[in-house]
């Protein structure tokens, strides 16, 4: 500004004099205005050198010392923010009170805490057990309970004098208080004690929720098997493979949702019973499009049952077949006395309504054998599916692998383990029903042992008769082993 009011009065010298006069007057009064008049410092007016301020010094990290220089200063530690609340299971907004909790789960604590209400369940006390789905939550006890199990801290509220005298919130604080006249090894021994029991919450917390997600796997495949049966999927059992051929095909479970149920089931009940078939036959049994070759259809389905689990496809091809052959009749014998048994019949009934060939012989005892044990013991379908599991499960088939037995031993121990998860949760008698339960695995060897026995027997040589395009080779691969 000033350099550019001296070039255009350039040619008056006391215009310039005036101006500069002017400049200095103005830069002195602000000096003296923005300095303290202890702190102010002399100016000449003939001179436009003045000490402005010194700038408020910025601290070490904003001068450019890296954090490794400052090493009193830490980065903080950012927690993720939990989703799940520990107590109710619904979204998180926070931790309150040391446990990841939403704040209905909070505010209902503290609500309790600061009071002296008692409530006792009026069912079984586990109205608040996660692992048991559409369980309604509507049980104070429950809740509160289930908050001081998850490890609510009542310590971390902030309560006034009326409110810290409450009962309740003097019986936590009895337990949760830390006496001053401890010594450290007594603190840190509690300190581990309380780290030591949150771990405990958290893996009973986390093996709850595998347990959850086994059952709902079993019992969703097993949904499937089922409408799978009762579908209009029906191929002529003379274009289907043979064990092998199953194997290294793709899974077809998918087809129960793509095809309609079948048409005209249940068909119209025959006043006779039907007569055991023909083997001398020379073109095998007859085809028809609306009824289904039971036998042939559920070995098959025992097969696709078992290609539907993950640790089926770890295992060799060979361990693959020396398994199949080996538990497919007892997968199929379990599907077909639990299909029977859940529509309230004493003896196997197909889901087209037909039956078994008239009650006389051994092939009929040696069928309906498996049937009387699960009448007995009144099982349910969550059972039902994890036993079947279990059954497939097999380490101690012969020749199978080392690795295939290590596969199939960690597999049957999670199925039994969720088995008995189930049973003490939802029976009176838990480990008795498990027990039994297990018991009709050896039920089912025997019972399909006995049922290759007698093919061998008496259908084997029939068979060896018919030509090899009209033979069923799915159920002479798994019936000559």
Not at 7 to 32: P, Y
Not at 266 to 288: E, W
Request: aromatic residues 10%; contains cysteine.
């Amino acid at each position: 500004m000033r350099h550019f009011i001296e070039k255009k009065v350039s040619g008056n010298s006391d215009w310039v004099l005036l101006i500069r006069k002017m400049f200095h007057a103005f830069f002195e009064g602000w000096i003296n205005f923005m300095d303290p008049p202890s702190c102010s410092k002399s100016a000449s007016t003939d001179s436009l050198e003045y000490d402005l301020p010194e700038l408020p010094s910025l601290p070490q990290n904003e001068r450019g010392i890296s954090p490794e220089q400052n090493s009193k200063s830490a980065a903080p530690v950012r927690h993720l923010r939990p989703t799940e609340c520990s107590i109710c299971g619904k979204p998180a907004n926070g931790y309150h009170y040391d446990v990841p909790s939403c704040n209905g789960c909070k505010t209902f604590f503290r609500r309790l805490c600061i009071s002296e209400k008692n409530f006792v369940c009026k069912t079984a006390g586990d109205c608040y057990d996660l692992t048991k789905p559409n369980r309604p939550m509507k049980c104070r006890p429950c809740r509160y309970e289930k908050c001081i199990m998850s490890g609510m801290n009542p310590l971390a509220m902030q309560v006034d004098e009326k409110e810290a005298t409450a009962g309740n919130f003097q019986k936590l604080t009895k337990r949760a208080n830390i006496s001053s006249c401890r010594n450290d090894e007594e603190y840190e021994n509690d300190k581990i004690h309380q780290i030591v029991k949150k771990q405990i919450i958290e893996h009973i917390t986390s093996k709850e929720a595998k347990m959850q997600k086994v059952v709902g796997a079993v019992n969703y495949l097993e949904m499937k098997i089922h409408e799978f049966r009762l579908s209009s999927y029906n191929p002529h059992w003379k274009n289907l493979p043979n064990l092998e051929g199953f194997l290294k095909m793709g899974t077809i479970i998918s087809l129960a949702t793509t095809t309609e149920p079948m048409p005209g089931w249940p068909l119209k009940a025959s006043p006779v019973p039907p007569k055991p078939p023909n083997f001398s036959m020379a073109n095998g049994p007859q085809y028809s499009p609306n009824k289904k070759q039971w036998l042939m259809y559920d070995l098959m389905l025992s097969i696709e049952y078992a290609k539907a689990f993950g640790f089926f496809t770890e295992l060799d091809f060979i361990d693959r077949m020396i398994l199949m052959k080996y538990v497919a009749l007892a997968l199929m014998n379990l599907q077909i006395s639990y299909y029977t048994v859940s529509r309230k019949y004493d003896s196997i009934v197909h889901p087209d309504g037909s039956m078994p060939p008239a009650k006389v012989g051994m092939v009929y005892n040696e069928t309906v054998m498996s049937i009387a044990p699960l009448i007995r013991f009144e099982i349910e379908k969550t059972e039902f599916a994890l036993l079947k599991a279990i059954c497939l499960c097999n380490p101690a088939v012969p020749n199978l692998s080392d690795h295939a037995r290590e596969i199939l031993s960690k597999e049957r121990e999670q199925y039994a383990d969720a088995l008995f998860d189930h049973c003490l949760r939802n029976r009176r008698d838990g480990p008795t029903q498990f027990a039994e339960l297990i018991g009709m695995v050896d039920l089912l060897e025997r019972q399909q042992r006995m049922q290759k026995d007698l093919h061998l027997l008496h259908v084997a040589p029939f068979v060896a008769k018919i030509p090899n395009e009209h033979k069923m080779w799915l159920i002479e691969d798994i019936m000559n082993d």
